[in-house]
């Protein structure tokens, strides 16, 4: 059946506006690229638009060298690896027992979580009850108040209601209880969606930027999300931390660059890897509401 032309034009309005969301998404990534990757008169001078110009790996040396760069990359892996561990183990709990047909009241625990996704007590509130537990410049303010989300928890709700009855029924009569069914049938079943959340999680950790702002008060540590922010917004902050002798070989502005790439690079690598459960993740929890 052949399209009629609305529906022509409907997908060529399609392409022509994906085509632009995606051009200024790669087009900004690529100038940074070529920055981090050209040598520090073609950057001053501003020749450099999307391919580096006289390519040179200065920019990535002075960074690695001079700046505390190494230290935030260790910080920013200790708090996506701990918090995206915390947030997965909590929101299966959550959601288990919620996706149980025989737990009594799991309707009122329900709304009260969708509750929490449109009021919430704001930020000061939020800051005092850290700062009276005594967490603030600690990593454990960045975990404990956001450790579920809720609608990642609803998701995977949705993913555990989906599994047959059947198994669960089958599983009983082999002597299984509620924790055997969740570690060695329910888990094993929900790999995508397992994925797809830790994927989240961990994208949203990686990236933390205000909770650090807000909490950690010590700039030793800072995670890379503000260390970059930093270098942006200040030229002398890489003034005081790099050596001057590389400066002079090197603009902040290639430093800068570079230090962008390092922060992407990793969540870029781990995109691939989960692409296979991404989208049959989603659609597994999306079915149901």
Known sequence: MRDSRSEKLFYLLNYVLLTIIALSCILPLLNVIALSLS???????????????ETSLASFKSLFTGTPIMRSFWNSVQITLIGTGLSMLVTIMAAYPLSRRQFYSRRFFTLAMVFTMIFNGGLIPSYLVVQNLGLVNSYAALWLPGLVSTYNMLLM????????GEVDEAAKIDGCGETGILLRIVLPLSKPMLATLALFYGVGYWNAFMSVMIYINDTAKYNMTVLVQNMIKSTSMIQDFADPTMLATMTPEGIRSAAVIVMIVPILAVYPLLQKYFVKGVMLGSIKG
Request: hydrophobic share 50%; no cysteine; net charge neutral.
């Open 39 to 53: 040598g520090a008169d073609a950057v001053a001078s501003g020749r450099v638009t999307l391919w580096p110009v």
């Open 157 to 164: 709700r949705s993913a555990f209601e989906q599994l047959p």
